[in-house]
């Protein structure tokens, strides 16, 4: 299954291997160099195929858990001040994505959508510490029955030259739902409040919609 987001690529490359396989079988009489340029050719369309891959998850609705929006390995856990909405202390978990993760964003906690902007930004590398203020990124807040105001905010790296988000203000999601995709690589920041337990630890590997993230602290 593949995302709706890479359709197009898909069908545009498919087309070009395809045509690129028929012209060097035709053109290129060295046989090791026709199979090289087909390999080539192959692998070109599979990691474009990987890239868009989009599989199930199945979340397991909590109203007091926050789930990783995205998969990817988890690179930053700290108290840091949140500028944009909160303007106040909060706890931030980032989740940076390698090429070769699934680059699907998912909604980390059902409620209603009360904040979704876009900027334009630079590109700096994902991990660079002023990317999630400085990098072309979104900034979407839930707000949710148990645990209150929950931001979320994708964040486009060296190499992602497009966010896509699908939350608009008003709209009621559910935990684990499509909400958005970020094309070749990047990473997301979660800002929790302070009181939240938190439930994973640097350098875990986590998957989106699934891999609970942090809970409500009772």
Do not use: C
């Not at 160099?33 to 990691?47: D, F, K, P």
């Not at 706890?91 to 980390?108: A, D, G, L």
């Not at 979704?116 to 002023?130: D, Q």
């Not at 998957?207 to 993230?213: A, C, L």
């Amino acid at each position: 299954m593949f995302h709706k987001e890479g359709h197009k690529i898909i069908i545009v490359t498919f087309i070009a291997v395809v045509t690129g396989i028929l012209l060097t079988d035709h053109f290129v009489a060295i046989p090791w160099l026709r199979l090289s340029l087909t390999i080539v050719l192959l692998l070109l369309l599979i990691l474009i195929l990987q890239f868009f891959r989009n599989p199930k998850r199945h979340t397991q609705i909590d109203e007091s858990a926050v789930v990783s929006p995205v998969d990817g390995k988890v690179v930053v856990i700290e108290e840091v001040f949140e500028k944009e909405y909160f303007k106040d202390k909060r706890i931030q978990i980032s989740v940076f994505m390698s090429p070769i993760n699934v680059h699907v964003t998912r909604y980390p906690t059902s409620g209603e959508v009360i904040y979704s902007k876009y900027h334009p930004g630079k590109y700096l590398v994902a991990w660079h510490p002023k990317a999630s203020e400085e990098n072309e990124r979104t900034t979407v807040v839930i707000n949710n029955a148990s645990m209150g105001d929950i931001l979320y905010r994708q964040i486009a790296g060296a190499m992602a030259k497009r966010i896509v988000n699908y939350a608009q203000s008003g709209d009621q999601v559910i935990q684990g739902s499509d909400s958005g995709f970020i094309k070749f690589g990047s990473r997301v920041d979660v800002f929790l409040p302070l009181d939240t337990k938190i439930e994973v630890h640097l350098g875990q590997k986590v998957k989106g919609g699934e891999s609970v993230i942090a809970k409500m602290n009772e």
